[in-house]
């Protein structure tokens, strides 16, 4: 099928070829009536305008690339940081007149396709989502000059906004020194991630100060690695008495590795966890939680990416967070 | 930084400008020997090909808009179907070779903005994700004459090409299953009013109970978590002496199981719950929850084969997918 011109659209509204252009281009500067009569041809001839013609004219573009790296081991997730970030972060840039294009990367292919995508000028800025550590893409992304930030901590000299993680995981940990626990054991996140091991950390200094010995098993952030990991705990130490879990995902899956084990939360184990998801509330018993708003830190980085097309320096925002106490621990 | 040219590629590898341009634009017509030589200087250099300008030549862009048309009220919900369905299609999408545009479209506003965009040439076809009967904006995208698949049914009357899951059969199987189990007076809780899966669902518990010559008994919710306790609350109300809910989605399950433990009743033993959707959580409540299995990701791969389909050229027909019925403990 062949396009229609911008000179048929012309011909059949009966105006000028700089009219339509003016209108397709949204420009303000058509009266209302003209307005009418071009986008009353444009429909009924099927016109699309060039949209690669233009942009490779003006050089420029509206576009912003939002990529989040893909979850362990190519599995599609529910988790609802996802949605949380990508509708929050889509919103404000698309007030601000930007387009979002999201571009999922975990592969090596579509780590390349990021890149390329980005190298041929389709975007003038790029967010980054939950990077893991041993992603080259920050890099070299970075080394392209696009304005560029992270949502949570990424490599040295890309503008981020975190929440506190270390603050919120010792408030999490001395919670449960303060109920009297002593066995406390931790699940921790992917620990190429700059989050799980800011919770990490944050857990062990805290143990360290009062002459606790750590117990710590590794998970992905899943529902089914906090199940496991849970697990893998009772069997190490079958005395603890309390775990916290570095999300709430995987305090969901240690909730039931618990029940199955037959241990009472929070009599037997107290449970905390971190983020403070919709579905914390909904737990059996419900969570005790650190609750870090992802929103805010999804609306702040969106600001902060706006802030660097102004002109803005991109200063790190470090933003607070507090534990919730339910009937968990 | 000045990124290296087409020409400086060619005089690295020592080879013309129009065999670098096949090779990375993925031509099968050069000598692998030349191929490698090509390669090779792309490596060393950095060099990046102009999508724009390549595309300028084959009149594609090789993206594909997804397009999530939501009502306001589910705008900051966490459901999980959001990031389910997005991540499927994708991660389908770009097997396919396709760039993803991602477009919320909640408001009049986010509406123009997806239409401008949507006949701005920026995009090869569209996978439109529409959530509300009286939504504009499927109608408005069929005018467009843009390749478009719906994930679901359009609610409104237009002739879109879809994928959808059969909500009717497996609302029917839920249902049947709390008959067999020897339940009496099966309540439901409803999605939203003009939501047409919701719809298709409460259709399938109707049929049911009125072949067993039962009374349907029913609260509406929102599709959330917090909708779903408040219409069980109403429910156990209204009918004190219920024996069973089917539940047209996993998250107001949960909601109604929170509202059971709260009123004292006993999962499945004085109240059995279905859900639908089977989400991941499913499997993690308590008692885990029997529910009606929603293909997502089999889903997203059918729209994505279907939407290919019409670029090509092809036919068109609707795709409607079998659900299957998981038991777990609630029921």
Do not use: C, W
């Not at chain 1, 949605?83 to 007149?97: D, F, H, I, K, N």
């Amino acid at each position: 099928m062949r396009r229609p011109t911008l000179e048929a659209v012309a011909a059949r509204a009966g105006v000028s070829k700089s009219s339509v252009s003016r209108v397709v281009n949204g420009e303000a500067t058509v009266s209302p009536q003209i307005r009418d009569l071009v986008i009353r041809a444009v429909r009924e001839l099927g016109y699309v305008p060039n949209g690669a013609a233009r942009s490779l004219a003006t050089q420029r573009t509206s576009a912003v690339a939002v990529i989040v790296s893909d979850p362990p081991k190519g599995l599609v997730s529910d988790d609802p940081m996802f949605s949380a970030v990508v509708r929050t972060v889509s919103r404000e840039l698309e007030a601000a007149g930007k387009q979002v294009t999201l571009m999922l990367a975990g592969s090596p292919e579509s780590q390349l396709r990021v890149e390329q995508f980005v190298a041929a000028g389709h975007v003038a800025g790029v967010m980054l989502v939950s990077m893991h550590g041993a992603d080259p893409l920050p890099g070299s992304l970075a080394r392209m000059g696009v304005p560029m930030v992270s949502h949570g901590k990424s490599v040295a000299g890309v503008p981020y906004v975190d929440n506190d993680n270390l603050g919120g995981a010792t408030v999490a940990v001395k919670h449960l020194l303060d109920m009297g626990r002593r066995r406390i054991a931790t699940i921790t996140g992917p620990l190429d991630m700059v989050a799980s091991q800011d919770r990490l950390t944050g857990y062990r200094e805290t143990l360290r100060d009062t002459g606790r010995r750590s117990i710590v098993a590794i998970g992905d952030f899943t529902r089914i690695s906090g199940a496991e990991g849970m697990r893998q705990l009772l069997d190490d130490d079958p005395a603890l008495d309390a775990v916290f879990a570095a999300n709430d995902l995987m305090a969901i899956g240690a909730l039931r590795a618990l029940r199955e084990a037959g241990r009472r939360v929070p009599e037997d184990v107290a449970v905390v966890g971190f983020d403070d998801i919709e579905a914390a509330s909904y737990t059996t018993p419900p969570l005790t939680t650190v609750r870090s708003s992802m929103r805010d830190q999804a609306l702040a980085t969106a600001r902060l990416l706006l802030g660097l097309f102004e002109g803005g320096s991109g200063v790190p925002v470090i933003m607070p967070n507090e534990l919730v106490i339910r009937e968990s621990a | 930084m000045r990124r290296p040219t087409l020409e400086a590629v060619a005089a690295r590898a020592g080879v013309s400008r129009a065999t670098v341009s096949r090779v990375v634009n993925g031509g099968t017509t050069v000598t692998a020997e030349l191929r490698e030589a090509v390669m090779r200087a792309v490596d060393e250099m950095g060099y990046v090909p102009n999508l724009a300008a390549r595309s300028l030549v084959t009149q594609r862009t090789d993206s594909i808009a997804l397009v999530v048309s939501e009502p306001p009220t589910r705008v900051f919900s966490d459901d999980p179907m959001f990031s389910t369905v997005i991540r499927s299609a994708s991660a389908e999408l770009e097997a396919a070779d396709k760039q993803v545009i991602l477009m919320l479209a909640g408001t009049p506003t986010s509406h123009a903005r997806v239409e401008r965009y949507l006949t701005g040439g920026h995009v090869d076809g569209v996978m439109l994700i529409s959530m509300h009967g009286a939504d504009p904006l499927p109608a408005a995208i069929m005018r467009m004459r843009v390749p478009v698949v719906s994930h679901g049914r359009p609610a409104v009357n237009v002739n879109l090409p879809y994928v959808d899951n059969d909500n009717v059969g497996g609302a029917e199987a839920a249902v049947r299953h709390l008959l067999d189990r020897g339940r009496r007076r099966i309540a439901t809780i409803a999605g939203p009013p003009d939501m047409i899966g919701g719809q298709d669902r409460l259709a399938g518990y109707r049929s049911v109970l009125q072949g067993s010559d039962r009374r349907s008994i029913v609260a509406i919710g929102d599709f959330t978590r917090e909708s779903g306790a408040i219409a069980m609350r109403q429910l156990l109300e209204d009918d004190p002496g219920l024996d069973a809910v089917f539940v047209a989605n996993d998250l107001m399950a949960i909601g109604a199981l929170q509202a059971l433990r709260q009123a004292g009743r006993r999962v499945p033993d004085d109240v059995a719950v279905v859900g639908f959707d089977d989400i991941e959580a499913a499997s993690y409540t308590e008692p885990p929850l029997t529910t009606v299995r929603q293909p997502f990701r089999e889903q997203a791969a059918a729209m994505v084969r279907l939407l290919l389909r019409l670029l090509e050229g092809g036919p068109a027909d609707p795709v409607v997918l079998p659900t299957e019925l998981i038991v777990r403990e609630s029921a």
